[in-house]
């Protein structure tokens, strides 16, 4: 009584990646267990606290609530995705270092992807325009403030450079 | 501390990035849930729909033929071969096992595991197993459960009662006797809980070959693989927990004791790999994780003049349907009872009972933010019965700077502390006079709105003497943590902890302090960490303790290093250490720099040129240092009184929160809190704590509950219903900084892992008090959520334009016509 498998082709970072898939199979599932892209996380699986975000074509999703099927044909960006092309961090990962931004590390992935999806779209966001856009993303660490923090240095060090 | 505040450290204080960042930042972090293992299979779980029921049959073979099913475990099987989880308090006959036999007692208790090729698969069968109940009678409230006739969670127990005691310390009724005023009401903390992002998960295999169970688990809990080995009936060292998985957030719950049996049983018995993470309805439901359930009935005996001559507290505490150690989370705050106040005399009773809910554990403060709540409640509502400033009264009754070292009436010693300085510049901080002025401002548009203060101690140095103050069975006096450090052979450092980690930082901790003592750039030393069977001993960061505990061990290991080298050059100076200087790692003659052996010279000795060593001196380059708690080591004295922590931090909110009277919605409009945790080894690491627990604080005051149904059900089982703060309710907050060293410890620092967390709910409450004052209305349980509030509006507002009156026998407001 084995399931059906449908098979499906997405780019992940940037690499055109294929799989054949049950079509119960979450995005996330899919990204963790096939592609051993651990870096995206579970939280909830209800889609409120934000862990699995990642990018589809640019956008934030929850990869708790897709299907790794409905990801066919598209662009897929996770946290192992975002550092600079030398393997290096980018301007929002090392910004999270600077201003201790995390602590356990378990919602970062997703408040990566939240945060620079912001900062592509609106490279100089305020203060709330920030915590609207992590408002979907839970920590229970950091109280926020040093999150906040970090994608405003992420905003001047791009605007500065 | 201010950079213009000159210290004697190098790196201690100084604004250093945490080396565990950029694993995280890159995604590479190495959580249980990443962790896979060969041929590994998956748990799902079968949970009790009933709060109180009796297990009359269970029918397993459908979800046995199902495919990929490999093995169905029930009660019956898995509490023949194992033994019962340890119990805090002396009740040895409230045994718990993973999974329930014969009786269920609570809704989502655990009664059977599949153990399948995917988890979805183990889901599918778990769906088919057939279980018939014949439902008891159940109790889920204090009133029901300690009445007679009650319905008992543990019949064999006798009671419902864990635990009960009355503590007397100092002269209780001549203090109320002789006092001229006296207040007495009730304050309730709701349950919640620190519900970290990460569910709780475990990964365990067996290797017949070596015979022993290897663990990878999300963990934070003391003395972890002996209770695992016990339960299992394994020897300790048959067990080996692998210390290098992170931890995707605790705050004390992760705790997955009956988890870590289960799964350990089920690898052993089937000889495969086996995996269980928990999905959030079973962390919520079911997980054992919720929170202190608490209610404490106050009395405060004082003068005209603020003086504050004595203090009952009665503290009854729900720990749900088996005890673990949740009891001893009453015990904690008897180090602190009196909190920053100079309170003579205390009476402190109380009562730890059963109930067919979901298992308390330990969260952040181990009990230690429901009792500050409850006092400062108690100092807010004195200060208005006295009409006095309720800033001036904390004031009159702070003890004071010169009166430390402090003993109070419970028999602790607090080390060091400058109340009223911490308080002063949070007022400054804040601009008193202008939020004073905010407040009134908001008043006269229309809308509520109040300032809260609190001023509470963090008690740090994570000791666990409550266990022999509340279980006269229990002898256990230290509760020390250990650091190994190794120079190898090319010179480079390695710290050697034995404890895995939640995001407190500990491998930033280890690197800093060992480069501090060994003059050495923390960039460049490794702090890594021992599995269960390579350890020294450790009781895990519980109870604000690594700062003092482990980083008091790391400091120890790296002065017997460096002691070890300069005797080393003292040998081949054939002088005496005390001619030597020590400086970056390299050994030379006070007086004559050029006369030096470097640390690549010291290092080559040690490792490879016996014959250069003093004589006795071990070959290699290697320390250990096993450290106990400073003050620990006593034994209660006939009535109660010990030393429980040695270190006692301090912290100060004051926070501005507008509330809409039409629809009782709060919002924090400015929060500012003065800390004093002695000397800060890593101020962003401790600012990120406090800043953490705060927003805790924000949950537990206005958002979160685990909220039951009449017949025991939990009705917030989800993210939907539990609700976690998020950016929007989380305000931009503001960290005044203060340092009062601490004489006990090294650096003079003190514990910070539960900061924010233990003021902010009492402030919240506080401030939601006062802007609830002018209407007369007054609310002391938490959450205070929009409903609550609004309910309280509307108890003593009369039915006007813009309010409503709550329809009888609904939880919910009709729509606005």
């Not at chain 1, 999806?117 to 325009?129: I, R």
């Not at chain 2, 490999?70 to 019956?76: A, Q, R």
């Not at chain 2, 480079?492 to 939640?502: E, F």
């Amino acid at each position: 009584m084995s399931e059906t498998l449908y098979t499906m082709e997405v780019e992940v970072n940037g690499m055109r990646r294929t799989g054949a898939v049950p079509a119960r199979l979450s995005l996330v599932d899919w990204l963790r267990d096939e592609l051993r892209l651990t870096g995206t996380h579970i939280g909830c699986e209800h889609g409120i606290c934000g862990a699995c975000s990642v990018m589809l074509d640019g956008e934030p999703v929850r990869a708790c609530l897709m299907y790794a099927v409905q990801a066919n044909g598209h662009r897929v960006t996770t946290v192992e995705g975002l550092a600079r092309p030398d393997g290096s961090m980018s301007v929002l990962q090392d910004s999270f270092c600077e201003t201790h931004g995390l602590q356990c590390g378990y919602c970062t992935p997703g408040m990566l992807i939240a945060s620079q999806a912001l900062l592509d779209s609106n490279p100089n966001p305020t203060e709330a325009q920030i915590r609207d856009a992590i408002g979907g993303n839970l920590c229970r660490c950091t109280g926020y403030q040093q999150i906040v923090e970090a994608v405003q240095l992420a905003a001047a060090r791009t605007k500065s450079k | 501390m201010s950079a213009a505040e000159k210290t004697p450290y190098r790196y201690i204080g100084a604004k250093r990035r945490a080396k565990e960042h950029p694993r995280f930042v890159s995604g590479r972090g190495r959580f249980v849930a990443d962790i896979a293992l060969p041929g590994m299979k998956h748990v799902a779980l079968v949970a009790s729909p009933h709060a109180s029921a009796r297990i009359v049959a269970i029918r397993t073979d459908a979800a046995l033929a199902a495919h990929g099913v490999m093995y169905v475990l029930t009660g019956e099987e898995f509490c023949a071969n194992t033994d019962s989880l340890a119990v805090g308090v002396d009740a040895p006959k409230v045994t718990r096992f993973a999974l329930a036999k014969d009786v269920v007692r609570y809704a989502g208790e655990w009664v059977a595991a599949v153990v399948a090729d995917s988890r979805a698969l183990a889901e599918d069968a778990a769906e088919l197993i057939e279980i018939d109940y014949e439902p008891l009678p159940h109790v889920i409230d204090a009133e029901k459960a300690l009445a007679p006739g009650a319905p008992l969670v543990h019949p064999a127990h006798g009671s419902n009662v864990l635990y009960h005691r009355k503590f007397v310390w100092g002269p209780v009724e001549e203090a109320f006797a002789k006092a001229e005023h006296k207040i007495a009401f009730r304050a309730v903390w709701g349950r919640s809980a620190t519900v970290p992002i990460e569910t709780f998960g475990i990964a365990a295999q067996w290797d017949a070959g070596t015979g022993i169970l290897d663990i990878w688990a999300s963990i934070q809990m003391p003395k972890f693989p002996d209770q695992t080995a016990r339960a299992l009936r394994l020897p300790g060292n048959a067990v080996r927990v692998h210390f290098d998985v992170d931890v995707g957030g605790s705050y004390g719950v992760k705790r997955g004791i009956k988890h870590t049996v289960l799964v350990g049983y089920l690898a052993r018995r089937l000889g495969t790999p086996v995996r269980l993470i928990e999905d959030r309805l079973e962390n919520l439901r079911g997980g054992d994780m919720q929170g202190p359930d608490r209610f404490f009935d106050m009395q405060v005996a004082f003068d005209r003049d603020g003086t504050i001559r004595g203090m009952k507290i009665r503290a009854v505490d729900d720990v749900g349907a088996y005890a673990g150690r949740s009891p001893f989370q009453l015990g904690k705050p008897v180090t602190a009872i009196c909190g920053p106040y100079a309170i003579p005399a205390i009476e402190y009773e109380p009562t730890s009972f059963m109930t067919h809910k979901t298992p308390q554990e330990a969260v952040r403060g181990f009990g230690q933010a429901p009792t500050n709540f409850a006092i400062e409640r108690a100092i807010d509502r004195v200060a208005r019965h006295l009409g006095m400033d309720r800033i001036e009264l904390r004031r009159r009754n702070f003890i004071r700077k010169e009166q430390f070292p402090y003993t109070i009436p419970s028999g602790s010693t607090y080390d060091s502390g400058d109340y009223h300085a911490v308080l002063d510049k949070a007022l400054a901080a804040i601009d008193y006079p202008v939020l004073v002025r905010a407040r009134d401002e908001a008043r006269r548009t229309g809308k509520l709105a109040g300032i809260g203060v609190s001023t509470c101690l963090e008690p740090s140095g994570g000791n666990s003497a409550f266990e022999v103050l509340m279980n006269p069975k229990n002898e256990n006096t230290t509760w020390m943590d250990s650091c190994l450090v190794r120079v190898d052979l090319s010179g480079a450092v390695t710290g050697v902890i034995n404890n895995s980690s939640a995001g407190q930082g500990h491998e930033s901790l280890v690197s800093t302090v060992l480069g501090e003592i060994l003059e050495r750039d923390p960039d460049s030393i490794r702090v890594v960490r021992a599995d269960s069977l390579t350890a020294l001993p450790s009781n895990s960061p519980v109870g604000s303790r690594m700062a003092i505990m482990l980083g008091g061990a790391a400091a120890g290991a790296a002065r017997q290093i460096k002691d070890t080298l300069v005797a080393i050059a003292a040998h081949n100076f054939e002088c005496s250490p005390e001619d030597l200087e020590y400086r970056d790692g390299d050994v030379s003659l006070k007086g004559a720099p050029e006369k030096k052996l470097g640390w690549g010279q010291l290092v080559e000795i040690a490792h490879r040129r016996f014959h250069r060593l003093p004589p006795g001196l071990e070959p290699g380059l290697q320390a250990k240092f096993v450290w106990q708690v400073p003050t620990g080591g006593d034994l209660p004295t006939p009535e109660g009184r010990i030393q429980i922590y040695p270190c006692y931090a301090f912290e100060t909110h004051i926070v501005l929160v507008e509330i809409d009277p039409d629809t009782g919605k709060p919002a924090i409009r400015k929060y500012v809190c003065g800390h004093d945790c002695g000397v800060m080894i890593n101020p962003d690491i401790v600012h990120g704590m406090t800043y953490g627990g705060i927003a805790h604080g924000i949950g537990a005051a206005l958002y979160e509950k685990f909220s039951y149904t009449a017949d025991g059900q939990l009705a917030s089982g989800t993210f939907m219903d539990y609700l976690i703060p998020s950016a929007m309710e989380v305000p931009a907050m503001a960290i005044v900084d203060h340092c009062t060293p601490s004489p006990l410890t090294t650096f003079g620092q003190k514990g910070s892992g539960e900061a924010g967390y233990l003021g902010a709910p009492a402030a919240i409450a506080n401030a939601v008090n006062d802007a609830l004052a002018p209407l007369g209305a007054t609310i002391d349980t938490l959450p205070m959520s929009h409903m609550e509030i609004w309910k309280a509006i509307n108890a003593v507002v009369p039915a006007q334009a813009g309010t409503q009156r709550l329809p009888k026998n609904t939880g919910f407001p009709l729509p606005r016509e």
